[in-house]
């Protein structure tokens, strides 16, 4: 029941039941376990989750085949707040479209090196195109946030 209840609570997405056929099929079992008093629910000859099949087609949110990209701007992260202690420095990421901008900024943002900054980014989206600078006044506003919830945090 721990192991159930774990999974049902686990951050990650993917950890988690995808389908409530495969919570009910793994309840029963244990309650079938718990009712003959056998105790191989708690065995490991019990896997949960065996039935738990999702019926949605969804795309998985790892990153894959950026390895290089990822480090580039790892260590130039890491030089940058080694060497530049309390100055704002910029890093543009350009691409084409669906290459993956935002999920690399969102992957960095995440490590150790990521932690230790403030993170802004915008995006010149298609449909803003007529605002200029509208990438750069929503990193701006996203940062100005930040600053105005860590000024609040005692």
Not at 8 to 28: I, T
Not at 55 to 75: K, T
Not at 96 to 107: A, D, F, I, N, Q
Not at 117 to 136: M, N, T
Request: net charge negative.
């Amino acid at each position: 029941v721990e192991k159930l209840v774990a999974r049902l609570l686990a951050k990650d997405r993917a950890a988690r039941y995808q389908s409530v056929h495969g919570l009910a099929v793994d309840l029963e079992k244990i309650w079938r376990s718990l009712e003959s008093g056998d105790s191989s629910a708690g065995d490991e000859n019990f896997t949960l989750g065996s039935s738990d099949v999702s019926h949605i087609f969804q795309v998985s949110d790892g990153f894959y085949g950026r390895v290089d990209e990822v480090a580039a701007v790892d260590n130039a992260l890491h030089t940058l707040v080694d060497a530049v202690a309390a100055r704002v420095v910029t890093i543009s990421i350009g691409g084409s479209p669906g290459v993956g901008k935002t999920t690399l900024c969102e992957y960095i943002r995440q490590s150790p090196q990521g932690q230790r900054v403030f993170f802004a980014h915008g995006k010149f989206e298609q449909f803003s195109r007529a605002v200029p600078l509208s990438a750069i006044t929503a990193a701006l506003a996203e940062l100005a946030g930040v600053l105005v919830a860590q000024a609040a945090d005692p």
